[in-house]
């Protein structure tokens, strides 16, 4: 027997996870054009090594990566944030061991120049403090992106 209230809960259903995918896309799209726009060109005199890791942190998040470095290469780590997040963002770049070996915290700088003596993985954190100044209940989210350049 044919239910139109069944159809009308399925048909809402599929509309919702339709809409949360379309708009899941576009925050990834915005996301990937502000790194591009604003971000990239910053990496300068360094070439980009292809990748793009970005995503969209909230006051009081934080983010991990792993990276591989090659020996003998110049690196730049960036860490780019969208300005709605404030000053207070910082990374953290560890050894396989957890010994850190450069933290931006305190420095107001979003990215650090060096080069590694031998192949390996390091580990990058990316810290979002909140504010204690915010007036919202509801923290204000944007754009993170980890870009890295080299020179040869």
Not at 36 to 50: E, F, H, I, R
Not at 87 to 114: Q, T
Request: hydrophobic share 40%.
């Amino acid at each position: 027997m044919f239910k139109p209230q069944a159809m009308k809960v399925k048909f809402s259903i599929i509309i919702l996870i339709l809409a949360l995918v379309f708009i899941g896309n576009q925050a990834e799209a915005q996301c990937k054009r502000f790194t591009q726009k604003n971000c990239l060109p910053a990496l300068s005199p360094y070439t980009n090594n292809g990748q793009i890791n970005s995503t969209t942190l909230y006051e009081g998040d934080s983010a991990a990566l792993n990276m591989t470095f090659y020996s003998l290469l110049e690196y730049r780590l960036m860490v780019c944030t969208h300005p709605v997040l404030g000053d207070g963002a910082f990374f953290r770049v560890k050894d396989n061991d957890g010994e850190i070996l450069y933290s931006s915290e305190g420095k107001n700088k979003n990215h650090w120049d060096f080069k590694v003596n031998s192949t390996q993985d390091l580990h990058i954190d990316v810290v979002i403090p909140e504010n204690a100044e915010s007036v919202s209940d509801m923290p204000p989210s944007g754009c993170v992106s980890i870009i890295l350049g080299f020179k040869e």
